[in-house]
């Protein structure tokens, strides 16, 4: 905004004013007051027709600021703050400057886009298999980087902070048919005051004769704002978050932190959702440990006396060498869980964990991960912490188990509905992208509140090599890779203490998890401490705190009595299941599913010849996904085809705005839901295979040695071999666990 002074808006200064003057402003002021209030009466019920709960929030209102509207005359209302005598629009003609503000910012905004890469299929997975047929049609479209929004003049998504008077809101859309508005105004002042001068009635009516839609977040706290926004995205689809154009009407200091906030977390909406056979290989394996008797995890308090002990959460991270001294001398007293490889990093390093965390659903990381432990007699007193999606493979090798319900999973949620008895086990979020967010996430939902960080680094300090401990004998002497693929640098970032970190895609995603669990929780549990004592990336909500600081702490503290506290989770605080191995027929119907995805087919029938209709026609098949998910006896069919549908839909909507040509751009976007359509169908029949769908063992179902059916874009990729993760053999001279202080 232009910084003009007080006697510059005013054109009433340094001139001679007439009687004639005053009395013609004072009859404009007293005509504007007239709009105003009728302005307001018209909005409102206009709200009260398209969105009610804003207007039974805004129709007995009372501001927090005083603030009066004037006008100079041209009769254009602006806003003046009393206390502070600050103008909002520092301007004669608000309407003027907040349209040359709009076509100024439409002159150079371009269109941004999610890209997806080719993704190589370990396990063999038809998700895979579409997603990479729409990478390639995708690829292979001749892309305009220069492409400006004006261009093309529809969008399927835009992302508004500040709605101030909403004179820019009118200018937009006259400019560009927005097929969604996620409007966030931060101070719900500015959003009251502009029902009194902006026609939302006409802008309203507009998106409702027109079919787009418009979402407002107003004057929610940044710990809530993310999880609006995220659930406004579900609501119409999340493919839309793929495509967008961000535009800040008004900077201060609220709306730099609303756009700071939005930034850590914007592409988390469409990254991670989880895709069809995953979810199926979660279903298969959550019955099969069900049926096997496993031990989940109550949800009841965990014992006063258990909940403030200290909780070593340990990864295999480069910088837990420095920390193995501490780890060693205080392990008695303190619970000590090793996230995945850290277990083969803490039996080298005399270190017994109580608990060992596994994230993954993968079938062979057991025999990878725990099978080479040369004394397997070291596992037999450790208690596993998992999910309900662990492959039997790991957890053959525990005795005892506390197993999580993992929230964003369909399975359980599911069950849950149908056995309200499932209500008593304990939900488990944010365990991923990998096994340190399980292991932290573990600890929060067990119940302890005093956790401290080791070896949880997500990268490495710039300057060095090791990407993990040098105890860890998978990395250092049996070949385990750990320099491409997940651990590809692509980031460099804070460090934990100073300095800065090399960091991959997924660590970068684990480190903002780890963050934003903490600071969810934290609303819950005021008490929850996190000390990160990794010397890794720097991570939001944590304390980072040199081990050598806690001596002090750690010197007086008693033993904890291991043995009683081993019996205690076992006893009390873990228990089986009990659901009829039959009644998993019944829940999962392939006839029902199959109907699904007839009607899902029906809905993309008729194929539009322009943009705008056609991401109305995602948002449709959208909606009725997100409809299924909100009823119970639907609730698990739609949320397996979500994942799937939103990553090809976002492959989609690259298509349809590649280039300026929209013929040319819906001739690419056909071809890419074609391959939607082929998904539809092939999705029938691996889901008649339930509940008897686990991951490796699912080959049985694919005979001919590729991976189901060809598509419309071409033929199926074949059967990945068994991928061994252990490449040189180690004859390891640990042959029997030593404990050491």
Not at 413 to 418: E, Q, S
Not at 632 to 648: A, D, H, K, W
């Amino acid at each position: 905004m232009q910084n003009r002074t007080k006697d510059e808006i005013s054109f009433l200064n340094n001139q001679e004013i007439s009687s004639r003057d005053l009395e013609e402003l004072s009859e404009i002021q007293a005509l504007m007051y007239q709009f105003l209030e009728e302005r307001f009466c018209n909005n409102l019920e206009s709200f009260k027709k398209y969105y009610p709960d804003i207007a039974r929030r805004f129709e007995i209102y009372t501001p927090a600021k005083s603030f009066e509207f004037f006008c100079t005359q041209n009769g254009v209302p602006n806003l003046i703050f009393t206390k502070t005598n600050e103008f909002f629009y520092k301007t004669e003609d608000p309407i003027a400057y907040c349209q040359e503000e709009i076509d100024k910012f439409l002159s150079t905004a371009k269109v941004q886009q999610t890209r997806y890469q080719l993704e190589f299929d370990p396990i063999g997975q038809i998700h895979f298999k579409y997603s990479n047929h729409a990478v390639a049609i995708e690829n292979s479209l001749s892309r305009n980087k220069d492409l400006l929004i004006k261009d093309v003049k529809s969008f399927p998504n835009c992302l508004m902070i500040g709605v101030g008077l909403g004179y820019h809101l009118a200018r937009l859309y006259e400019q560009v048919e927005i097929e969604n508005m996620v409007l966030v105004e931060p101070d719900p002042d500015l959003f009251y005051a502009s029902m009194f001068a902006f026609d939302w009635r006409n802008l309203l009516e507009y998106l409702h004769k027109s079919e787009h839609l418009i979402h407002f977040i107003v004057g929610v706290g940044l710990d809530q704002l993310f999880l609006d926004i995220e659930a406004s995205y579900k609501k119409s689809g999340i493919f839309l978050s793929g495509s967008w154009f961000t535009y800040i009407h008004y900077i201060n200091d609220e709306t730099k932190k609303t756009w700071d906030e939005i930034k850590k977390h914007f592409d988390q909406i469409h990254e991670a959702i989880g895709f069809f056979d995953d979810h199926l290989f979660a279903t298969g394996q959550g019955i099969e440990l069900i049926n096997s008797k496993y031990k989940f995890v109550l949800n009841k308090p965990l014992k006063k006396e258990y909940k403030d002990l200290p909780v070593f959460v340990i990864g295999a991270g480069p910088s837990l060498d420095h920390d193995i001294p501490f780890i060693r001398k205080y392990q008695d007293k303190a619970i000590v869980i090793a996230c995945g490889t850290a277990i083969d990093s803490l039996y080298h390093a005399g270190i017994k964990p109580d608990f060992y965390v596994n994230v993954e659903r993968t079938f062979n990381v057991g025999d990878s991960t725990l099978g080479v432990i040369p004394d397997q007699k070291f596992l037999e007193d450790i208690i596993i912490f998992s999910s309900d999606t662990c492959h039997r493979n790991t957890l053959k090798y525990f005795k005892n188990s506390a197993i999580f319900a993992k929230n964003d999973e369909p399975f359980f949620p599911y069950l849950t509905a149908y056995y309200p008895e499932l209500e008593k086990i304990q939900e488990i979020k944010l365990s991923n992208p990998v096994v340190g967010n399980a292991g932290l996430a573990s600890a929060i939902y067990f119940g302890f509140e005093q956790i401290y960080l080791f070896g949880i680094d997500n990268g490495k300090k710039i300057g060095t090599e090791q990407m993990h401990s040098s105890f860890t004998t998978l990395y250092t002497n049996r070949g385990v890779g750990d320099k491409a693929g997940a651990y590809q640098i692509e980031k460099v970032l804070p460090g934990n203490f100073g300095g800065q970190c090399e960091s991959s895609y997924f660590f970068v995603m684990s480190g903002h998890n780890i963050g934003f669990l903490l600071q969810m929780e934290k609303l819950n549990n005021d008490k929850l401490v996190c000390y990160n004592c990794s010397d890794g990336i720097f991570m939001e909500n944590t304390i980072p705190t040199h081990s050598e600081d806690l001596v002090k702490d750690f010197a007086y503290l008693p033993d904890i009595d291991k043995k009683k506290f081993s019996e205690y989770v076992i006893d009390e605080k873990t228990a089986e299941l009990s659901i009829p191995a039959k009644s998993f027929r019944v829940l999962f119907d392939s006839n029902k599913f199959n109907e699904i995805c007839i009607n899902a087919l029906h809905m993309l029938d008729n194929l539009p010849e322009n943009r705008v209709d056609y991401v109305k026609k995602m948002v449709k098949l959208s909606e009725y996904i997100y409809d299924l998910m909100n009823h119970r006896e639907t609730f698990y069919y739609g949320s397996v085809l979500n994942g799937s549908i939103q990553n090809l839909f976002i492959l989609v909507s690259r298509s349809l705005y590649h280039c300026a040509d929209e013929s040319k751009c819906i001739e690419g976007a056909n071809r890419i839901m074609n391959l939607v359509k082929d998904f539809l169908n092939e999705a029938q029949v691996l889901f008649s295979y339930l509940p008897d769908y686990v991951m490796w063992d699912h080959r049985k179902y694919f005979e001919n040695g590729v991976v189901g059916k060809d598509t419309s874009y071409g033929k199926a990729p074949p059967f990945p071999g068994k991928i061994e993760i252990i490449t040189k053999q180690f004859d390891d001279p640990l042959k029997t666990f030593v404990k050491k202080y």
